[in-house]
């Protein structure tokens, strides 16, 4: 068959009846079957929901753990399979092998100029992907009990200076901010028209993990005035979209972006991981604790033996638990897999007991 488009070709006609995902890999690795977890005396799916919405829930989740993600081959917003090569939009991507991460080729231009975006962009025409073919396939390593949480990465903004280099994005704000705004909306669009698909064809889900890096390491790359004039009604039309469709939502946000916190929070978006310790943790719980449900990640040192992991779990439910919508990832030393169960085991223990005691169970 032939497209307008060839990368929309190669998506096109590829067989995902198949595993795309190269062994090892983050997409490969969030496509892989998860062990039941037994022994809870409530339903993990609605009880992470409770935590993220501040629901009381039953015990605090374990952030990651607790659920299952879906990531769709099928969704080309990467290289299928997520290595060196070219997304379906045209973007060349490389992996960066430092942090075993995708990074847009420098240099990449998909289009002329911004200016030209209306002339020259090809979009995805996602009716001639095989959505249903790929959406039986990741169903099967669903785990029922768990929530299961879709992987909707490249967001409004980062999609733009994928296409084009970051420095003539953010001028755009300035030179073109109407036509930058019809951008936005269209990007909107495709992103309400993709999410469609996956809740048609993957079963079921409950909610999204929205990607879209906002800031640097030292603040936000906009101001307030800007992020809210700008960034925010596309973005907020989106994520009212998945709100009516049911789904809760998650942000994916990379750099110090405590600044846009409340507008998060505006918008609709129920939990955020903050990237640490550049956001302070106790700051954002203290201020939006009652608010926005975050995930911290905890690092568990590599000589952390049993008792000093089931310590590190006991003290984070007491440090950030009284709020009912906080839970860790914790770090451990994949060659110890004892760490990981000593943490997990006494975060479900002690905060079950601690939730009881703090709604009168």
């Not at 068959?1 to 983050?26: I, L």
């Not at 996602?126 to 029922?144: E, N, Y």
């Not at 996956?198 to 889900?205: A, C, L, P, S, T």
């Not at 954002?284 to 990640?297: I, S, V």
């Amino acid at each position: 068959m032939e497209y307008t488009g060839r990368f929309m070709q190669v998506a096109a006609n590829r067989d995902y009846s198949k595993s795309w995902q190269k062994p090892g890999t983050f997409p490969w690795m969030l496509q892989q079957p998860k062990p039941p977890i037994t022994g809870r005396p409530y339903s993990i799916k609605e009880n992470y929901i409770r935590c993220v919405k501040g629901e009381k829930p039953f015990w605090m989740p374990a952030y990651m753990t607790e659920t299952n993600t879906i990531w769709p081959d099928a969704m080309e917003e990467h290289p299928v399979p997520e290595e060196n090569g070219y997304d379906w939009w045209g973007v060349d991507w490389i992996m960066e092998e430092r942090v075993q991460g995708m990074i847009t080729k420098p240099g990449t231009r998909t289009i002329s100029d911004f200016a030209n975006w209306k002339e020259e962009l090809e979009w995805p025409d996602l009716s001639v992907v095989d959505f249903k073919t790929d959406g039986a396939k990741i169903q099967k390593a669903l785990d029922p009990d768990r929530a299961h949480i879709y992987e909707c990465v490249e967001g409004i903004f980062e999609r733009l200076h994928e296409m084009i280099p970051f420095t003539e994005s953010l001028l755009a704000f300035y030179e073109e901010p109407e036509l930058l705004e019809e951008f936005f909306q269209k990007m909107a669009d495709y992103k309400i028209e993709s999410c469609k698909k996956i809740f048609e064809n993957y079963g079921r889900v409950d909610g999204v993990l929205y990607h879209d890096d906002w800031g640097t390491q030292r603040a936000g790359f906009f101001s307030n005035d800007m992020f809210e004039e700008q960034i925010m009604p596309a973005t907020k039309r989106f994520l009212s979209f998945l709100k009516d469709e049911g789904k809760f939502i998650e942000l994916h946000s990379c750099g110090k972006n405590m600044q846009y916190v409340p507008f998060m929070i505006e918008m609709g978006i129920d939990m955020w991981t903050p990237q640490l310790p550049i956001n302070n943790p106790d700051e954002l719980y203290e201020k939006y604790g009652d608010q926005m449900t975050f995930a911290f990640f905890v690092n568990i040192p590599h000589d952390a033996d049993e008792a000093e992991c089931r310590k590190i779990a006991r003290d984070f439910v007491d440090h950030f638990g009284a709020k009912g919508r906080c839970m860790p990832c914790f770090m451990t030393d994949f060659t110890k897999p004892e760490q990981g169960m000593a943490a997990h085991d006494e975060l479900f223990n002690y905060s079950l007991e601690y939730y009881n005691k703090l709604y009168n169970r």
